[in-house]
């Protein structure tokens, strides 16, 4: 079986497009098409069906697509085995980081990789820490940094530093002041993560024992969006300090900590345990941990313990 068509057949499904996956491959959208073709020819059925924007699996592309990927996640280990018994680190790393850290660890981690370990690729994935959990119990991922809120339970996961918790929100919004509490969440309008969440969750649970009800205008799950709609004034949201520092350093908006009680997160690195980490993964990890650590130490330094 030729492990290029089917890199070919994942780009475009990924992509949607055959032209968007002609460019990332860096080849003629005919060549392309024809791969394609060449597949459908020798498994007897289509792969995609055209729309007004591109593509989208058939049934039988659905049916096979888990399939082929792991085929050439199988091909892939298999070559970095071959390399690093050769003493290269090679192959690719996925990272899952989350969205209030990605802006400076992702290309931290890419730098510090490229000077270790050039021939290693990183993948990253962002998100908030229960959809990194389901990426990790899947396997698709080598390992992440997480969230955690409250007293857990030892997971086995290195605990990378503490960060608190703040109100965010514009001028208008949120008067400059170095703390709120609780309870005054329940008088502004809030854009926060749609439940599940762990922060949602820990937000719910705490204004239920308080007897309060927090005024959720706006559900979103991305951190752009949340940011976006705090920068607009029409509501705040909640998030650690490092996730906006430069917007509150130039005076778009003001975070205010929340207290009594105060929601703190332990910031943790866990790995997967579907598989044992190769050499570059290794390296990887010890990368993210120096650098993660650093970042929250500058962050907030008297929360470290």
Request: aromatic residues 4%; neutral net charge.
């Amino acid at each position: 079986m030729d492990l290029k068509k089917l890199e070919i057949f994942m780009l475009v499904a990924e992509l949607g497009s055959l032209s968007r996956a002609a460019k990332a491959a860096d080849m003629a959208k005919s060549l392309v098409s024809r791969n394609i073709a060449q597949l459908e020819q020798e498994w007897g059925d289509r792969l995609f069906q055209r729309t007004g924007r591109g593509v989208v699996l058939s049934d039988f592309g659905r049916f096979v697509h888990p399939e082929v990927r792991v085929l050439l996640d199988q091909a892939g280990r298999l070559q970095s085995a071959v390399k690093e018994a050769a003493g290269v680190p090679t192959g690719t790393v996925h990272v899952g980081v989350l969205p209030s850290m990605s802006r400076q660890l992702v290309t931290q981690l890419f730098e510090a990789m490229q000077k270790a370990a050039p021939a290693v690729r990183l993948h990253f994935i962002e998100g908030f820490s229960g959809h990194l959990d389901e990426q990790l119990l899947s396997g698709r991922l080598d390992f992440a940094v997480i969230n955690r809120y409250g007293p857990s339970p030892d997971r086995g996961e290195d605990v990378l530093g503490y960060a608190d918790t703040c109100l965010i929100g514009g001028k208008d919004r949120l008067p400059m002041q170095e703390v709120v509490t609780f309870q005054q969440l329940s008088d502004m309008p809030l854009v926060l993560p749609a439940a599940p969440n762990g922060l949602r969750s820990i937000l719910d649970q705490t204004s239920r024992q308080k007897g309060l009800t927090l005024n959720i205008a706006l559900e979103v799950d991305t951190l752009s969006a949340m940011k976006d709609v705090a920068l607009s004034g029409v509501a705040c949201t909640v998030l650690p300090l490092f996730a906006v520092s430069e917007e509150v350093a130039d005076g778009r908006l003001c975070a205010a900590q929340i207290v009594d009680p105060g929601i703190r997160r332990t910031i943790t690195l866990s790995i997967t345990k579907q598989r044992p980490l190769s050499s570059a993964a290794r390296i990887a990890v010890s990368k993210m941990r120096t650098l993660a650590t650093a970042m929250l130490s500058q962050a907030s330094p008297s929360m470290q313990e």
